[in-house]
């Protein structure tokens, strides 16, 4: 069983950067997609960001796009959000989620992962 710690959340001024890591431990994270979600308060958890098994495709939510870039590091078995141009409404937290089947490509549905961590709080404000 994998269990997933997501860090590197906090406050930033809007425009600003943040990085969160999605540390895997109990197995590897390599052969698996993973994927980032997001809660804010009062709405469902939505999709963010998403990653292949292979590390080479990757999709994001709209409002996203052009701001945040997923990646992964097998060998330190972490996958990682880098997120640009912070707005306000990227207020959150952040979960990080690993495919249920080995070898698919980068999905932006939440049924298709599990073993979510913690949650990192993502606060975007002046």
């Known amino acids: 069983q994998v269990q997933l710690v997501e860090s590197g959340g906090g406050l930033v001024q809007p425009g600003g950067s943040l990085r969160l890591s999605c540390a895997a431990s109990?197995?590897?994270?390599?052969?698996?997609?993973m994927g980032w979600f997001r809660q804010a308060p009062g709405k469902e958890r939505e999709f963010v960001a998403a990653?292949?098994?292979?590390?080479?495709?990757?999709t994001y939510a709209d409002s996203v796009k052009g701001r945040f870039t997923c990646s992964r590091d097998n060998a330190k078995n972490t996958f990682y959000l880098q997120m640009n141009s912070l707005r306000p409404e990227d207020t959150a937290v952040y979960y990080c989620?690993?495919?249920?089947?080995?070898?698919?490509?980068?999905?932006?549905?939440?049924?298709?992962?599990?073993?979510w961590g913690q949650g990192a709080k993502v606060t975007v404000s002046s």
């Open positions: 989620g690993i495919h249920r089947r080995a070898y698919y490509s980068a999905s932006s549905r939440d049924a298709d992962f599990h073993s």
């Open positions: 109990g197995r590897t994270i390599r052969g698996y997609a």
């Open positions: 990653i292949s098994w292979g590390g080479g495709g990757t």
